[in-house]
């Protein structure tokens, strides 16, 4: 019988194909951008930058052509209030818009994070166009997870805003009590958002993920998230939480001296401000140099947040639904020669061992599993033990009481006793005898014989 030898997970690609440790979750995001920077950083700079430029361009001449109108106006004017509102309602849709253009970025950036990371796994660096072709058939269902979280956030601002808006109605009327009411139910109605909004997003992190690597539905995605966080949870917002300190806390110590160093130089170029075209130059440089290195960094702290998203969904399916077993398989298959066809698709779900609606079972520590090879217990071909009938069983006659022996009874030997065996005798060896010394011994002295 051999004895059993540890052997490690492989490790193809940027993972090892096991379940992953929490330090692991923790350091593979920030690994991600290394393994493959060309696609991941560079794609992120690049549509950061031109997100960024688009917005600045509409909202800056939104801006500029509202500013101008209400010049020409005097407050005095009939027109002046509905020219008023109506440059508020125009910027503000202005922005709505770019920002759901930001959205949009957000979440082709989450599909082509969380391709380039099943790729990865398989210890393959895809180009930028294997990624897009990837995560092209589900572009729509992600645009559209994101403007759904984004209506969420819009419905949470307006309930906050009607509160206020309550609150300074009750104020302008005179009531105290409806104030005092007003802020208690805006207070905790605001705490009570902040866990709620956590846990719904930890819940739902993996549903880019999900609608990339499997194709599934928008439904499909957002149960599949939530299943398969189920038992995972604290893990989950344990990592995104340390994640993103880690990155806003980089971002803020970079952008906060770049943009006092930004208005510092500023004011020292144009004092009284840029009136040539050189002080307008050298102001404007100053101004957007600090931006676009923020906007570098936001751009990374994207890529390693989704990429940290990414690998959660990776552990969770490989503890759950045996992902690494799977995922070895393909790559034993793929070295042996078979071809796409015959691989499918790595990421597939096993109806078989999905996660469903009933809690995941619990995992058994690595000191109490049974040895390898004892998976099913009792062995096939012999039946399972099965438990004693239970029998009535008479009960026992009383015994009598003990008699006292007397002291005659005591001392007399007991009757038909056995006699116990004679002790074994050792014999005695017989005594030694002395020999007697031969006469005709052939060896004498040295120097006793004649010359």
Known sequence: ????????????????LHPLTFGALLGKPFAALRHNPKV???????????????????????????FLRMESLSPSSPDFYPVLWGSIAINAIVAIAMSLVSVAFTAIMQGIVAANIGYAALGEKPSLGTLWRRMRPALWRLIGWSLLQALAALVLIAIVGGIIALGVLAGAGGSAEGVGLTVVVGILLVLGMIPLGVWLNTKLLLVPSVLVLEGVSLREGLVRSWRLTRGRFWNTFAVILLVSLIMNTAVGLVSVPLSLIGSLFGSIIAPTGPNDASEIGAYLLTAIAPQLLIYVLQAVAIVV???????????????????????????????????????????????????????????????????????????????????YPQQAYPAAPPYPAAQP????????????????????QTPVPPAAQPIPPSSESPWAPPGSGSA
């Not at 540890?6 to 193809?12: F, G, L, S």
């Not at 990414?310 to 070295?335: P, T, V």
Request: charged share 10%.
């Open 1 to 16: 019988m051999s004895a059993q030898i540890w052997t490690p997970a492989p490790k193809p690609g940027l993972i090892p």
């Open 40 to 66: 991941l950083f560079g794609f992120a700079i690049v549509v950061q930058l031109i997100v960024a430029a688009i917005t600045v361009a509409v909202v800056g001449a939104v801006v500029y052509g509202t």
């Open 305 to 387: 947040q989704c990429a940290a998203a990414a690998f959660i969904y990776l552990d969770c399916r490989m503890r759950y639904e045996g992902l690494d077993h799977s995922l070895i398989s393909y790559l034993e298959r793929r070295d042996r020669g078979a071809t796409a066809e015959q691989l499918g698709d790595p990421f597939a779900v096993d109806p078989a061992r999905a996660v469903s609606s009933a809690p995941p079972q619990q995992q058994t520590p690595a000191f109490a599993a049974a040895p390898v090879g004892w998976a099913q217990y009792p062995p096939q071909g012999y039946p399972a033990a099965q438990p």
């Open 405 to 424: 022996y007397s002291p005659q009874q005591q001392n007399a030997p007991y009757v038909g006793a056995t006699p116990p065996p004679p002790a074994p």
